[in-house]
């Protein structure tokens, strides 16, 4: 073989090697990143308290005998009537709760009767009109299991997104003090994160054996108080001070 040509056989290969030696060294240095400095972590919240617009009721029936099967009947004729009745309210959601059927027990753990039960929810933004529906119900028969309060899905929304307009805006003004307070004449936004830190609505009203039967024998639509819910929107982040 002539010389030359050796050469290239020799040197080709080496340079080779040698890229692929460099592209590996090149790729396994990781990069070098700036050190964070002169960086702060805060929060701030806006909260605001607003009336309970939409009102969930419960009621139901409860039977008892020997036999399930005329228990079901029982309920099911019950329940039909009511629920033909509470859908003549305008503007009241009313949706079918779940049916159950469980045994009581005696001595020697004997099954002695039978009790079936049955609910339907009333949802509505008119209070009155809920109350005016279950009052009719008891009317029938039936008894009041609950009653809770809580704010609507799209008036939360319309609070949340405001909320998150006057939060940022308490964020920057946070970042402009702290700044100051430092004695730095600006900052840079690292990271910042948005989202709900509050929502509580009030207990339920949990009516007891006693309470049903009140209710039952004053036969008269109950009143009820809607109260309020604090509703809260948080933004926390991290700023650079330059």
């Known amino acids: 073989m002539p010389a030359a040509s050796l050469l290239r056989s020799i040197l080709i290969p080496a340079a080779i090697a040698g890229t692929a030696l460099s592209a590996a060294a090149q790729t396994s240095i990781p990069p070098i990143l700036p050190q964070p400095r002169?960086?702060?972590?805060?929060?701030?919240?806006?909260?605001?308290?607003?009336?309970?617009?939409?009102?969930?009721?419960?009621?139901?029936?409860?039977?008892?005998?020997?036999?399930?099967?005329?228990?079901?009947?029982?309920?099911?004729?019950?329940?039909?009537?009511?629920?033909?009745?509470?859908?003549?309210?305008?503007?009241?959601?009313?949706?079918?709760?779940?049916?159950?059927t469980y045994p009581e027990y005696g001595d020697g753990n004997r099954i002695i009767r039978w009790q079936a039960s049955q609910d339907l929810i009333l949802e509505s933004k008119d209070t009155d009109a809920v109350a005016k529906t279950l009052g009719k119900l008891q009317d029938k028969g039936l008894l009041l299991r609950n009653i809770s309060f809580s704010v609507a899905h799209e008036t939360q929304r319309k609070l949340e997104d405001e909320l998150v307009s006057e939060a940022i805006a308490a964020f920057r003004a946070r970042a402009g003090i702290v700044a100051k307070s430092f004695g730095k004449a600006s900052y840079s936004l690292i990271s910042v994160n948005v989202g709900g830190g509050g929502y509580q609505p009030p207990m339920p009203l949990v009516m007891n054996q006693r309470m049903e039967k009140m209710a039952m024998d004053a036969a008269a639509a109950p009143t009820f108080e809607g109260g309020t819910t604090r509703v809260r929107m948080d933004v926390n982040g991290t700023i650079e001070l330059e």
């Open 38 to 100: 002169n960086q702060v972590s805060f929060s701030v919240a806006a909260e605001r308290e607003v009336a309970n617009d939409w009102t969930t009721g419960v009621i139901g029936t409860t039977v008892s005998g020997s036999d399930p099967a005329e228990l079901a009947a029982r309920v099911n004729k019950q329940m039909s009537e009511a629920l033909a009745l509470a859908k003549q309210s305008k503007g009241v959601k009313v949706t079918s709760g779940s049916y159950n």
